[in-house]
C-alpha cells in the first residue's frame, strides 16, 4: 500500500461505472496541474462532466480517504494516488491484432499513449499486409501472436478483426496469456473468468442516441 | 403506441445501461431469427453476454410486458417491438465531421449501416481534403454544417475531430439542429440540455481493464 494514501483502500473490485469516473477525475486533475491549480473541490472535480459533488465524494470513498475537510483535495497527491489505483503509474504493453481501417485508427490514437498504453506488435492473417511496416511496427503472422505475448510480457490486447474470425483470435490471445481485451468485433466474446473483456460496439452507443433524441422529440420529459 | 405492445408501455427514459442490454438481446434475437428459431427464453437471450434472465427479465419490462409464461419470447414480435422502443426501426442519417484515421475508419464502419444508421454527409477543414470523396461523398467545408443538417434532417452526428477543436464543432452542430453527438474527440462538451452526447473515449475502456487485471493480479477476488 501506497504511503500516500490514507483511510481503507478497498480490496473489494470497484464497479466499472465508479472506476470510469475516477478516470474522468484524473482526467480533470491533469487538466486543473497544468493550469497550476494545487487545491481542488469535489465540486469542480465532478462539474465539466455533469457530476455532482456528492458522487464524486462516494466514488473516491470507494479507494480511500482523500479530501480534507474546508481544504478540498491536493491535486499532485490526488493525481498520484488515482494513477496508481488505476494501475495507469506505469507503462502497457498492448497487442493489436487485425490492421483494417479501425486497426489502423487505433495505431495512430494519441489518447492511448497519453495514458501509458503502448501498442507493441501488431498482427494481421493478410500476406499482404505480413511484413509490412505500420506505426513503426512490422505487421506479424497471427501465428506469431502467442510468441510475441510472452516475450513482452503483454497483459492487454486490442481486437480489430472482423466479427466471424473474432473468438477465434480472442481464444490464441487467451492462450498467449492476454488478461484484458478492449473487443471492437461486434461479436460477443467466450473467455476464461479470469480474463476480462471491454466491448466497443460503437452502434450500441448510437442505438442508445438514437433512443433519448426519439424519446426527447416525442416530448417526453427526463426523469418522467 | 404499437397494436404488438402489450401492457405498460413506459413513459419514462430508461436508465444508459437498460437501453444498453436491451440493444444486446435485440442483436441476439436476431441472431436466433438468422438461426429459424421462433420463441426464445429469457435465459437465451441474456446467456451470451453473461446477464441473468432475471435481469433481462427487469431490463424488458421496464418497455412492457412481452413474455408467455411457460413458452417465453416470441422472436419476431419482440425484435419488431424492441426496434420500435430503440428507434432502429426506421433510418437515421449521420453526419461525420473530422476525417482523420478514425473519421475514414468510421465511414467504412458496417455495424453502422447493419443498425440503420446511415453517414450522408462528411465535412472537414482541412483544404486538402475538401471536395475530395470518401466513401461515395464528397468533403465538404465546415462551415457548410448548418445547411447540411438542415437539408438531410440529420438529428445525430459523429465528431472526429481534435480535442482543441472539439466545442467549436459541437457548437456549430447544436446551431444546426443535431439532438446527438457520438463524441470521440477525448474533451468534456458543454451543450444545451436537449442534447445528448456519448462519449467514446477508448483510453477510458483500457483504464477500467487495466484496473481489473492489475486487481486480478493483485489476488484480490471479485465480488470481494
Redesign the interface.
Given at each position: 500500500m501506497s504511503s500516500s494514501r490514507n483511510g481503507h483502500p478497498?480490496?473489494?473490485?470497484?464497479p466499472?461505472a465508479v472506476?470510469?469516473r475516477v478516470?474522468?477525475y484524473l482526467?480533470q486533475l491533469e487538466t486543473l496541474q497544468l493550469q497550476g491549480l494545487d487545491k481542488i473541490s469535489s465540486r469542480q472535480l465532478g462539474e465539466?462532466?455533469g457530476i455532482k459533488n456528492a458522487q464524486v465524494r462516494k466514488d473516491l470513498a470507494f479507494f480511500g480517504q482523500f479530501g480534507h475537510p474546508g481544504i478540498g483535495y491536493h491535486v499532485d497527491a490526488l493525481i498520484s494516488v488515482l494513477r496508481e489505483?488505476?494501475?495507469?503509474d506505469k507503462d502497457?504493453p498492448?497487442a493489436l491484432v487485425g490492421l483494417?481501417?479501425?486497426g489502423?485508427?487505433?495505431?495512430?490514437?494519441?489518447?492511448?499513449r497519453?495514458?501509458r498504453?503502448h501498442i507493441v506488435a501488431i498482427f494481421d492473417n493478410d500476406p499482404r499486409k505480413i511484413g509490412q511496416e505500420f506505426g513503426g511496427m512490422i505487421v506479424e503472422p497471427i501465428e506469431a501472436l502467442r510468441k510475441s505475448i510472452a516475450s513482452h510480457k503483454t497483459?492487454?490486447a486490442l481486437l480489430c478483426v472482423p466479427a466471424e474470425s473474432a473468438q477465434q483470435v480472442a481464444d490464441l490471445m487467451v492462450a498467449g496469456g492476454i488478461?484484458?481485451?478492449?473487443n471492437f468485433a461486434?461479436a460477443?466474446l467466450s473467455v476464461p473468468?479470469?480474463v476480462?473483456v471491454?466491448a466497443?460496439?460503437?452502434?450500441?452507443?448510437?442505438?442508445?442516441?438514437?433512443?433519448?433524441?426519439?424519446?426527447?422529440?416525442e416530448g417526453?420529459s427526463?426523469?418522467?
Open positions: 478497498n480490496a473489494k473490485l470497484a466499472k472506476v470510469g478516470s474522468l482526467r465539466p462532466f489505483i488505476l494501475g495507469v502497457w498492448l483494417g481501417n479501425l489502423r485508427a487505433l495505431l495512430k490514437y494519441r489518447g492511448f497519453s495514458r498504453f497483459s492487454l488478461r484484458g481485451i478492449l461486434p460477443p473468468s479470469h476480462n471491454a466497443v460496439d460503437l452502434s450500441i452507443q448510437l442505438e442508445n442516441l438514437a433512443y433519448k433524441v426519439q424519446k426527447t422529440q417526453v427526463y426523469g418522467g
